[in-house]
């Protein structure tokens, strides 16, 4: 096992340089002038001159990809051409935020999305089985931002069930910051009153981001089910009297859900994307809303880091998926399957 996760571990580092070195040429061909936005519109072209030679902007491309490339090796991600603070100083500070908001929706996800689509493949053509499939079509089709707006005007505006914006009662203030992890924060600090303002602000923004991974999961979990339902081991453990759910729990979940979760390691990278549109809207004080203000201010520096980050997490998750893989079904690991 752990020869396969050195591997997945190996395989994974070229794909982050690449994504290094990509973002950095995209980050230099998009239309924006970093030293004129950062200089103000009064300035004059020596002053934006003098920012662009200040932050080596002026170097040719192949030198500033290489130094860039070296910095990021060595772990420096630079200041904010905007802020002038150390990027990864603000990074860490947002980074918890996207990742419980991406985590709480992949829980929910999984939590909804599996048992839907056991359930749709046990009553295959059944009514269960179109109710199923109508709601994974519509949780791929409906926009994120709509039904974030939808849902605050529902059950923030009109019911006044739930906060409108923000992660916490601005009344309550934060905890002390141990993790950055607003959820384990309030339970280390033993605050019943700050988690549930935490857990209420935190369910609209996890619930219109987990809707598009709740529908795919639901599919695959489905046509997963299905498949394994027609293997030769299920039909003689039907012939043998186990009842349909007693089979479904006990022998055709666990081998069709492999495929599943790989498609849960793929949805964290576009939750995480996702996220961008969800923080706007709710004012969710993550990576997304600061790669958003990076895009404004033409801050190539954050850009690069949000992106990078991002690559790295989403490596991580991808390399546990590989291991869970290994742990459902050892074929995996041993290049059997």
Known sequence: MLSFILRRVLLALPALLGLVVATFILSRVIPGDAAATLAGDAATPAQIADIRARYGLDRPILEQAIIHVRQVLTGDLGNSIFTGRPVAEEIAQR?????????AALLLSTLLGVPLGLIAALDHNGPAD???RLVSVAGLAIASFWLAIMLQMVFSMELD?????????????????????LLIDCLLAGDGRRLSSAMLHMLLPALTLSLPGLATIARFTRSGVLETLQKDFVLYARAAGY????????YVLRNAITVTVTQIGLLFGGLISGAVVVEAVFDWPGLGTYAVQAILAADYKALLAVTLVVGVVYAIVNVVVDVLQAVIDPRVSDGTR
């Open 95 to 103: 980074l918890p935020a996207t990742l419980e908001l991406t985590f």
């Open 130 to 132: 179109h109710l199923v």
């Open 161 to 181: 069930w739930l906060p409108l914006r923000g992660r916490i009662d601005v009344a309550l203030g934060l905890p002390p910051r141990v993790t950055g992890f």
């Open 243 to 250: 009842g349909r759910f007693r089979l479904a729990a006990i």
